[in-house]
DNA sequence: ACTTTTGTATGTTTTATAACATAAGTGCAC
DNA sequence: GTGCACTTATGTTATAAAACATACAAAAGT
């Protein structure tokens, strides 16, 4: 757990990621961070700013996409408190290539690049722990490459709603998923269009593998749900 | 330059990556490093399987790829010599997520799992190397999961010659692509089938945007294929 | 309350690409 | 050299998904 333990807005930020730091060390990084909230919708970062420092959300939902061809959008992670966004970038010394956008209000904790890169060059062992967080991510791209360009529209969307049932839990019911979507965005996470998202969701639900209502979905039969994603 | 100087098979290996070691260090990984070479066809590492080292290709060219759901590979990554492969899993503790087959006779370098973990902990600079290196990919396999889906086939063809170009070069001519690849291996790095990237590439050469004598492909007329890849 | 905008839903048409079929060429084994 | 398997080539058919069209519902602004 880093220690921003003075800063009543990042005091619950659980990055095991930094357990491995010297109290000096998260003193350091504690020193040159600062905090910012966004509201639902705006912009955390877009493609092709620089990165200023690292940033971790600490509460809320955010989408990170890139523009595709024409104009469409495809979601390449659906990020959650507490984690990083941004960090590709930041590492490799590009610009960003791809954008992050607020799912509901976040408050973001960004940490200064130069104090980073200097606690990363004095503590090897966590930059091991990122190049492993790294390998696991970079792991997660490659096999979404593979499934979206191969699976069909049913079994990309089994997937999607698979997936954001991982990353995002669910609410007291045990079965709705706890984030809420537009139909857009699950297309674009799944890599169809707004309409074919629609007509899947609704045969998904005809189905009676899950049920709809508004931009809430529970997911009523799991194992059929998992059944499709495999099938492709 | 990995000091490997006392391997006759390793001599020529040129990993700026690991400039920022001592001699201690690097005398350490090359007192545990193993050689070993394959045939044109041969599998380096299979999916499944358990890394037992960084394996460097000293030599040769491979394919790296993954089995997607109907049995049709999608080719992630060409690798050439000299660079890593199969450092993903080693870095995230798994297992192989792909395999490695080589496109020719091919010499690769394993330095010892353990070895490299020691020497990493010990030199956070080139823990910061490898996170850098890491973060170029992560960033590569991000932009190929959006073309790959997003672009039209000949786009998608367009886009993976062009790739080949910049991987593997030219012959003396400066329009030879210089790798020798079947039609279903352009296929699976294009993600089509083997019919439709022996089509198009047919389509090219009848537009004079590139010539095919059997497997040996001329890039003509760059700039086009260049649009060709950009329109998608 | 009323319009305007935005998102959702669903039917129809079109198109890109896979699937299938077949033939010709190429390289390898014997 | 001859036969056999594999690769390349190309035409035809089938189909999944996009594009388009329209309608309705919900939210937002006036």
Tied chains: 1, 2.
Excluded: W
Aim: hydrophobic content about 40%.
């Amino acid at each position: 757990m880093i220690s921003f333990i003075n800063c009543e807005n990042c005091a619950d930020i659980k990055m095991t990621i930094f357990d491995v730091l010297s109290a000096k060390e998260k003193e350091l990084l504690y020193k040159n961070h600062s905090c910012a909230t966004y509201r639902k919708g705006e912009i955390i970062y877009k493609e092709g700013e620089k990165p200023i420092g690292l940033i971790s959300l600490s509460e809320g939902k955010a989408k990170i996409f890139k523009e595709g061809v024409g104009g469409r959008d495809q979601i390449i992670r659906m990020a959650s408190s507490v984690s990083f966004i941004g960090y590709r970038a930041l590492f490799s010394g590009d610009n960003y290539t791809s954008s992050a956008v607020a799912l509901e209000d976040c408050m973001v904790c960004i940490i200064d690049k130069e104090s980073l890169f200097t606690v990363l060059e004095s503590n090897s062992k966590l930059a091991v722990n990122i190049i492993r967080f790294m390998a696991r991510e970079l792991g997660i791209s490659n096999s979404r490459t593979v499934t979206l360009t191969q699976k069909h529209i049913r079994g990309r969307l089994a997937e999607s709603l698979l997936f954001l049932l991982e990353t995002y839990g669910t609410e007291e019911d045990n079965i709705t998923i706890k984030v809420y979507l537009s139909r857009e965005d699950v297309a674009n996470l799944s890599n169809m269009t707004t309409s074919n998202a629609i007509r899947t969701l609704s045969a998904f639900a005809s189905e009676n593998v899950i049920s709809i209502s508004g931009r809430k979905i529970k997911i009523l039969y799991l194992k059929k749900l998992q059944k499709i994603s495999e099938l492709g």
